[in-house]
């Protein structure tokens, strides 16, 4: 049986990224291992607009929390892409990047060389970016700076374009102008705030065989002082007639790329983890490593309408999400809100790391975005016409949580309990921008055509009513990082700055498992930065 120089378990954002780099040395050998289909041919995985369709079916691990205390008990669905491509394959294609001082955060919380600078420039080395016509300038007042994009790289990027309401340019932007929030001319430079036209993404799935990684091999290894070194992979691979059979891969290095919420379990079915999980489930302890599946975060999304009054507006057939609008606290909170919100920062939440409340408080501080308010239009077939606000999304909660699995089974999905919402801050500044909407379509030009709010409906008013609309509405964004946290191993972290799992020597993870702190952005483009650094360092240290 060959050895493999490299085996990557998980053929998604970051896996498939990697794959590609490290196959441009054509001395390497390089196997995948996808758990879910190909995508090839697939409309709902190549068109955009169809990307729901791949909800709740074999492209989707359907995962699902368990119940979430903070939010009425309920339990909510965690779409995660099983496609090759991964969560690329069946996503929003919305592209975003945050801003500079969240990257640096990153240094900051020990990913020593992970930062603005070097991040930046490795996810224009993954981009192509294809800059709008001058009729679609001219059309769209579309602006752009070329200095903040990669022109050679495998991820086409542009700007969406087609079908924009007269709606945007007419009534949306003049009524942020009126509130302050002014539009930022390419947010894709390290600032991001303000409203901006939507960027996107189009990446589509590749074709594979049904494999699914269970777990790393290291025979022989049995001293807990010297580093584990891995000898590959066990996976199981259905055949054709859906028979489970489990088989090996030999590997010099293996790197796990299977996202946030599949990581943890091939660590933890490795021995690689916490041993209160572990011990609980008869697993050998083989690296005693707690912050394994701790540090979970995503962020909480919910929508808001207003009804248009009729013929006023021309819908047309205008795209998802045409203009984000991406606020810091200041930017939506009254006096009397910010002083509250100072207050609720004056306590960390549970399970959240000092050194990360301390950098998030500083971010506040410094402006950075906490608040997305994405607008779109539509109209009925009766040709009524409603705003709504179809993201509105807290970029940047503190509440934490965790993933981990409960069966020594492969198969059986592990326990996420991200915990949303249960950072007292977190539910009380989500509510009050749920709440600003009232205060945007109060505002002229657009007061004038509202007729008044349609979801929530207008018996919600008070603080308390949007704190109950979110607890009893609002469900999770798909954005989650932190499982396998780059931070120091004496505060939780799981790998290096080089992504080397402690106590191994060549075991990697490159996921958003390893981004220990989320910037405030949708997060594929933070997949393509991981791809290319760890691409860069791995090249670097495997010569
Ligand atoms: C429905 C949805 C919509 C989204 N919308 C957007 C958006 O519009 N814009 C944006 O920026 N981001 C969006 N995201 C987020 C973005 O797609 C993810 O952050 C990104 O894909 C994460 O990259 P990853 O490499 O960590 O994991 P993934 O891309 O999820 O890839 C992990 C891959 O590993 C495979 N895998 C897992 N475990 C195993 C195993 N044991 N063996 C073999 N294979 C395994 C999985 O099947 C999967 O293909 C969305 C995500 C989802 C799910």
Known sequence: TSTYD??????????????????????????????????????????????????????DWQFVTIPQVDVGN???????????????????????????QEYDALESLGATGWNWDSMFAAVKKSEHFHPPT??????????????????????????????????????????????????????????????YLGFSDYTTGLKHPLICCVRILSPGHQSHESPLTASGVEYISFN?????????????????????????????????????????LDIDVVVDLPGVGANLCNQPITTASYLIKNGTVNAGNAIRSAIIDFQPFSGYLSGEDLERSNQLLETKPDLLSEAQFNIMKAQIN??????????????DANNVSTLTFDRLILVKPLSRGTVHINSTDPLVPPVIDPKYL???????????????????????????IIVGPVVPDATVQTDEDFVNYVNTISVSEHHFVGTSAMTPRSEGGVVDPSLVV?????????????????PGIHTVSLAYMVAERAAEIIKEQDT
């Open 6 to 59: 490299y085996v990557i378990v998980g053929g998604g954002a970051t896996g498939l990224s990697l794959a590609v780099r490290l196959s441009e040395d054509p001395t390497k050998t390089i196997v995948v291992l996808e758990a879910g289909n190909s995508g090839i041919g697939n409309p709902n995985i190549t068109n955009l607009r169809l990307n729901a369709n791949n909800f709740g079916t074999a492209n």
């Open 74 to 100: 309920r339990i909510q669905a965690q779409v995660q892409g099983k496609v090759l491509g991964g969560g690329s394959a069946i996503n929003s294609g919305m592209y975003l990047r945050g801003n500079k």
């Open 134 to 195: 001058q009729a679609e300038v001219d059309t769209f007042n579309m602006t752009w700076e070329p200095a903040f994009h990669g022109f050679d790289g495998p991820i086409s990027i542009a700007i969406q374009a087609v079908n924009v309401s007269h709606f945007f340019p007419d009534f949306a932007v003049p009524t942020l102008k009126n509130l302050g929030h002014e539009m930022n001319i390419d947010p894709n430079g390290g600032f991001h705030n303000g409203p």
């Open 240 to 280: 054709e007639t859906g028979i489970p059979e489990t088989r090996t891969i030999n590997a010099k290095n293996v790197i796990l790329s299977g996202s946030t919420l599949n990581t943890p379990k091939v660590l933890e079915l490795s021995g690689i983890g916490d041993p209160a999980i572990l011990n609980g």
């Open 366 to 379: 410094a402006g950075v975005p906490q608040m997305e308010f994405a607008w779109n239009i539509a109209a």
């Open 422 to 448: 249960s950072a007292p801050h977190d539910k009380f500044a989500f509510a009050k921008g749920v709440q600003f909407t009232r205060t945007i379509v109060d505002t002229e030009p657009l007061k004038s």
């Open 502 to 518: 402690y106590g191994t020597s060549n075991v990697r993870v490159a996921d958003l498992s390893v981004i220990a702190s989320l």
